[in-house]
């Protein structure tokens, strides 16, 4: 696993740049703002993560750890490749993306290029509670309801994914009587289950 690669900048593109790490040139895709940042010539220190495919082995860069972990989230997301998390933090801070999901506000995501309606919602919800918002929320009366508003936000979910709301109702309260504990508290656990129990005749709902 390569997490961190420090080295001499050999060439840049718009998306890209390659390092020289002990006379090896490394290919790392990374967002225009560390474009902006590296300089022929000049040492350049990038947290990294490694993506590895059966055709191919990728590399993506970010210039702070917190973006790193930010992205690691974000291909957790259903819907979202390597490609759409970088566009993500292209376009988006660590803080706006924070303060989005906090606020279960999808239109920041919407306006990122390859990522569609239906799977900004769903970063908006398999994101809540993983982020730290840059600023405290107003008032404490969102975090009384706790687990118990873990089922509304799953049936908002797939409602905004395109199902029927009586169907997302039942299956929500039909997999949440099954699912194990840990994963029934959080949006993201009771989420996946309820997809994988409605099946993959609406796949096309869950790939924005």
Request: glycine letters at 12%.
């Amino acid at each position: 696993m390569i997490s961190s690669l420090r080295g001499r900048v050999l060439h840049t593109e718009p998306d890209s740049v390659v390092v020289d790490v002990g006379g090896v040139g490394f290919a790392v895709a990374v967002t225009p703002q560390v474009v902006r940042a590296a300089h022929l010539g000049e040492e350049l220190h990038l947290h990294t993560s490694l993506i590895v495919r059966e055709d191919a082995l990728a590399l993506f860069g970010f210039m702070e750890r917190e973006e790193l972990t930010v992205f690691s989230q974000l291909l957790g997301v259903t819907g979202v490749g390597p490609k759409s998390a970088l566009g993500v933090l292209a376009t988006l801070t660590v803080p706006q993306i924070a303060d989005a999901v906090t606020a279960d506000d999808d239109a920041p995501f919407r306006k990122v290029s390859g990522i569609g309606p239906k799977t900004a919602k769903l970063i908006v919800v398999q994101l809540a509670g993983k982020l730290a918002p840059s600023r405290p929320a107003q008032g404490a009366a969102g975090t009384a309801g706790g687990a118990a508003d873990v089922p509304s936000q799953v049936v908002e979910a797939l409602i905004g994914l395109g199902w029927p709301e009586r169907l997302a109702a039942e299956t929500t309260s039909a997999v949440a009587a099954d699912t194990a504990t840990a994963d029934r508290a959080t949006v993201g656990g009771l989420l996946r289950a309820a997809l994988a129990q409605l099946g993959p005749s609406r796949k096309e709902h869950v790939n924005g």
